[in-house]
C-alpha cells in the first residue's frame, strides 16, 4: 500500500532489546580466547603437586650419614613425606645412583671430589651439610710428607668409598699410583684400624664415622701409632678447591690428657646433599630444613648454624636453594601447613596470568561494546551525506527520484536494525537526519515549475524569509 505521495510508507522501526548479546559476544569473545590462552600456558608452566614419596641414599647402615638420613626420614614425615632410607657403601656409589637417569634415587650425600672434572647433567646441590675430615694413622717414625709413605702397605678405603677416591687423589699428587710398589688395600673404618693396631698395614685413611673423635682418641693411645699432622694443609686446600684446612686445637681430645699436647692440622672435604634437578622445589626447601636440624648444631669440627651453607664444589647450586639461603621459606610456607601452601602456591601460578588479563581487558569491554552498537549507526552517515550533496546540486527530477530511492533503501535498512534500548536516542537522531535529507529532495518535487524551469529563481528558504523586511504596515502587523 502506498501513501499519498506515492511512496511505500516505511515499515516498523528497529526491535529495540535490553542487551545485544551478538555484539556482546564478539567484544568480550577476543578477551576469553586471550584469557583461555593465559591459563593454557599457566598449566604447562604450572609445577605438580610435590610428590609424596622420596628415595635418598645414604651410607652403610649405622654409620653418622645414615644415622642422619634416618632423622632426616622423621623430620619428613611431619609434613607427610614418606622417605626411603638406601644403604650403600659410601659417597661413590651415591653419585652413581643418583647419575643414573633410570635409578630410583632423589636425593643422596655425596662427598666433594670424587667427581669427574666434567660435571654431570641433572644433578644439583642443595648445599654442603657437613665436614669430612680426613685423618691418617701410621707406624714408625714421624712423617712429614704423604710421599715418605711410597713403598708401604697403606688401608685407603673400601671400593665405592669416598675415603678411597680422595686417598688415590692425595697419593697420586705425591707420586704414588695404584700399580706401583705401594700396596693399597680396600680396608676401611674398624677393620683399617684394627689392622694397623696388629701391624697389618703401615698406615691408614680415615674418614667419617672412622675419623670420629673417639676412634682418633683410641689410636692416639695405641704405642708405636702417631697421627699425621697436614703441615701443607694449607697448600692442600689451594690445590684442591674442595678441601678445607681443619685446625684442631691442642687438648681438644682431652683436656685432662692434654690430646693432642700440640695443635694439629687436617684436611677435610664437604658431604654435599646432592639431589637430581627434577626435585620439587617445595621437597627442596623442606630436606635443606631437615638439614639445618639435623647438622646445624655444633662439634669439634663445625660451629653452630655453620651447615648446611650454600658451598658448592663438584655441582652447581639449585636456584630453589640459592633463594633458601638468602631469604629463606616463602610466605605461603611459613604461614600454612605444607599441603596447603603447595596447592595455594600452584593454583596462583594460574589465578596472576588471569588477574594480569582479564582485570584490563574487562575495562575495555564496554567502550568495545558501545563501539560496535555506534559504528551499526554511523556508517549510514555517509551515504547521507552524499545524498544530500546531490540534493543541494542542481539535478533533474529523475536524478532527484533516483536519490529519493536511494534514501528508501538506507531507511530501509536503518528501519531493520536490532538497537539495545541505552541506544534508542542515537537510533532516533538518525531517522531524524534520514527525514531531514529526504525533505531537501523532496522540496524541488513538490514545484514541477521549478523543476521543469531549473533557472527560475527559487523559492526562498524559511530563513530567508525571515531575513527580509516586513512590507505590511504597522497596522496590519498589528
Not at 678405603?157 to 699428587?173: C, Y
Not at 676401611?188 to 677393620?191: I, K, L, M, Q, R
Not at 658448592?312 to 633463594?323: G, L
Given at each position: 500500500m502506498?501513501?499519498a505521495?506515492?511512496r ?7 526491535r529495540f532489546?535490553?542487551?545485544s ?7 568480550f ?11 593454557w600456558?599457566?598449566?604447562r608452566?604450572?609445577?605438580p603437586?610435590?610428590?609424596s614419596t ?5 651410607g652403610?647402615?649405622g654409620?653418622s650419614?645414615?644415622n642422619?638420613a ?5 623430620i ?13 657403601e659410601?659417597s661413590?656409589?651415591?653419585l652413581?645412583r ?9 636425593v ?6 670424587i667427581?669427574?672434572t ?8 642443595l648445599?654442603?651439610?657437613a ?12 712423617v712429614?710428607?704423604l ?9 685407603i ?17 705425591n ?9 693399597l688395600?680396600p680396608l676401611?673404618?674398624?677393620?683399617a684400624?684394627q689392622?694397623l693396631?696388629?701391624?697389618?698395614v ?25 697421627f699425621y699432622n697436614?703441615?701443607?694443609?694449607e697448600?692442600y ?21 692434654n ?13 654435599e ?8 622445589p ?14 646445624g648444631?655444633a662439634?669439634?669440627?663445625?660451629h653452630?648454624?655453620?651447615f648446611?651453607?650454600?658451598l ?14 638468602k ?9 600454612l ?6 596447592l ?18 574487562l ?6 561494546y558501545?563501539?560496535r ?6 556508517r549510514w ?8 550533496r ?6 533533474s ?9 536511494r ?9 531493520g536494525l ?8 542515537q ?20 514545484h ?10 527559487a523559492a ?7 531575513g527580509?523586511?516586513?512590507t505590511?504596515?504597522p497596522?496590519?502587523?498589528a
Open positions: 502506498k501513501s505521495n506515492g511505500t510508507p516505511p515499515r516498523l522501526v528497529a532489546v535490553a542487551i548479546w551478538r555484539d556482546l559476544a564478539v567484544s569473545g577476543p578477551i576469553l580466547l586471550i584469557a583461555a590462552a593465559a591459563i600456558i599457566a598449566v608452566l604450572i609445577q603437586a610435590p610428590p622420596l628415595t635418598m641414599t645414604a652403610p647402615q654409620s650419614f645414615w642422619a634416618q632423622k632426616y626420614k622423621a619428613l614425615a611431619r609434613n607427610g613425606i614418606t622417605l626411603n632410607v638406601l644403604t650403600s659410601g661413590a656409589q651415591n652413581q643418583l647419575a643414573d637417569p633410570h635409578g630410583n634415587v632423589d643422596g650425600f655425596v662427598q666433594d671430589g667427581t669427574a666434567q660435571p654431570i647433567d641433572g644433578l644439583m646441590s648445599g654442603s651439610v665436614y669430612v675430615p680426613l685423618a691418617i694413622f701410621y707406624h714408625g717414625p714421624t712429614t710428607r710421599s715418605e709413605f711410597k713403598g708401604q702397605r697403606l688401608a678405603g673400601a671400593e665405592g668409598s669416598g675415603t678411597r677416591e680422595l686417598a688415590l687423589a692425595l697419593l697420586k699428587a707420586g704414588i699410583e695404584p700399580d706401583g710398589s705401594t700396596k688395600l676401611s673404618g674398624d677393620e684400624a689392622a693396631t696388629e701391624g697389618k703401615d698406615a691408614a685413611f680415615l674418614t667419617g664415622d672412622s675419623a670420629q673423635p673417639p676412634v682418633m682418641v683410641k689410636l692416639t693411645h695405641t704405642p708405636n701409632i702417631q697436614f703441615t701443607q694443609a697448600a686446600g689451594r690445590r684442591f678447591p674442595y678441601l678445607t684446612p681443619i685446625h684442631i686445637p691442642m687438648g681438644a681430645f682431652d683436656f685432662g690428657k690430646l693432642p699436647a700440640q695443635p694439629l692440622q687436617m684436611v677435610a672435604p664437604t658431604e646433599l646432592v639431589a637430581r634437578t627434577s626435585l620439587h617445595a621437597l627442596s626447601d623442606l630436606l635443606i630444613e631437615a638439614a639445618r636440624e639435623v647438622h648444631k662439634n669439634l669440627l663445625q653452630a648454624g655453620e648446611p651453607a650454600p658448592a664444589h663438584d655441582f652447581p647450586i639449585s636456584d630453589d636453594a640459592a633463594r633458601y639461603y631469604s629463606g621459606k616463602s610466605f605461603l610456607y611459613r604461614v601447613p605444607f599441603w596447603i601452601a603447595s595455594v602456591d600452584r593454583l596462583l601460578v594460574v589465578v596472576v596470568p588471569l588477574v594480569v588479563v582479564l582485570i584490563p581487558a575495562r575495555l569491554v564496554p567502550s568495545l558501545a563501539w552498537v555506534k559504528s551499526r549507526i554511523y552517515y555517509g551515504a547521507l551525506i552524499a545524498i544530500e546531490g540534493a543541494l546540486s542542481e539535478t527530477a529523475e536524478e532527484r527520484q533516483a536519490l529519493i530511492e534514501l528508501d533503501a538506507i531507511e530501509e535498512s536503518v528501519n536490532k538497537m539495545p534500548l541505552a541506544y534508542a536516542d537510533f532516533y537522531v538518525l531517522r531524524e537526519h534520514i527525514g531531514f535529507v529526504r525533505a531537501r529532495l523532496t522540496q524541488g518535487l513538490d514541477p515549475h521549478d523543476a521543469a524551469h531549473p533557472h527560475a529563481p526562498a528558504s524559511p530563513a530567508d524569509e525571515a527580509k523586511p516586513s505590511a504596515s497596522h496590519e502587523t
